[in-house]
């Protein structure tokens, strides 16, 4: 496969999910901001927003001042953050269109179509009372085109491409997630184990679509910080845990390995990174310190891609 069609499909993958993932931050705001704020409650859960998105500087550049509204508006259709999902669906689309043979004409069209209506939307007014039905939208197109990469792709080298995009994605996302509910939106170490600790977990799950799924993993016991980081970061049953990631970027670079014959940098890093998780516990976890232990783990899922870049996109790696 070319490098230029390989960068094309991981990148088109890898909007595709950041899309769900703005939509699903959006969520954990609008579903925090309808909890009364008091003096002693969590920071502001829209700026806290910005901070996981890592756009806080490209928002506070065009409107100087944090407001819901334009927050909102930010995230869903401005065209001046390349983060938008508005643009994210477009450059999806945008990559895929320059590899059209390389892809099935249903994932085409559901890609194609989801913009188009995503774009009729975007052209009418924004009202924040219409954010829930958005976010909804939003969710569904984004299954909807996963779905049909599932169901209709060759499983090839293109399919590892297209689902490596999704996982790296994913992992970076679940990590921000985490991270903006434990070090940002709670005001100290007070509060951990709260009340609005606790509600701010469950929160947090629902807007992942994950909420059901730990009520069956732990019962109906208390939500609590421990069970959520055994959930999210060390359960190979939750489709959005780190290590359920990693596996599957794991998995996929050993595909093309042994597709294309040749040892790659990428893959010994995740496969380290693998191992390791094999080996963790939600009590290590928090012993190492889960704010630091996150930022070490983008970091380090940085480097393994800046490898996978530099073979198959740049062929910089012999």
Not at 125 to 152: A, C, H, M, W
Not at 163 to 168: E, H, P
Request: a positive charge; charged letters at 25%.
């Amino acid at each position: 496969m070319l490098s230029r069609t390989a960068e094309n499909l991981f990148w088109a993958a890898r909007y595709i999910e950041r899309a769900d993932s703005i939509a699903r931050l959006l969520e954990v705001g609008y579903r925090i901001s309808l909890i009364p704020n008091t003096q002693s409650g969590y920071n502001n859960e829209w700026e806290s927003i910005l901070q996981t998105s890592d756009i806080k500087d490209e928002y506070l550049f065009h409107y100087k001042e944090l407001k819901k509204n334009k927050i909102e508006f930010f995230l869903l259709f401005d065209t001046k953050n390349d983060s938008s999902i508005i643009k994210c669906i477009e450059k999806a689309r945008e990559n895929i269109r320059m590899v059209r043979t390389a892809v099935t004409l249903e994932v085409w069209n559901s890609i194609n179509s989801s913009f188009q209506e995503l774009e009729k939307i975007s052209e009418k007014k924004y009202l924040s009372r219409e954010l829930p039905t958005i976010i909804d939208f939003v969710k569904k197109q984004v299954n909807l085109i996963r779905g049909t990469i599932l169901n209709t792709q060759l499983i090839n080298d293109g399919y590892d491409f297209l689902i490596l995009g999704t996982y790296f994605e994913r992992a970076d996302f679940t990590a921000r997630i985490i991270d903006v509910k434990y070090f940002i939106l709670l005001p100290s170490a007070n509060y951990v184990g709260s009340q609005i600790d606790n509600f701010q977990w469950s929160l947090m799950l629902r807007s992942i679509s994950s909420y059901r799924a730990f009520k069956w993993a732990y019962g109906n016991n208390e939500i609590d910080s421990k069970k959520i980081i055994d959930f999210l970061i060390l359960n190979m049953m939750c489709p959005r845990s780190l290590i359920f990631s990693i596996e599957k970027i794991d998995h996929h670079l050993k595909r093309l390995k042994k597709f294309y014959k040749q040892k790659t940098s990428a893959e010994s890093g995740i496969s380290s990174m693998h191992k390791k998780f094999q080996k963790l516990s939600a009590q290590k976890v928090l012993k190492f310190g889960l704010h630091d232990f996150l930022k070490k783990f983008i970091y380090d899922l940085s480097s393994v891609y800046k490898n996978l870049e530099k073979k198959y996109f740049l062929g910089a790696e012999k």
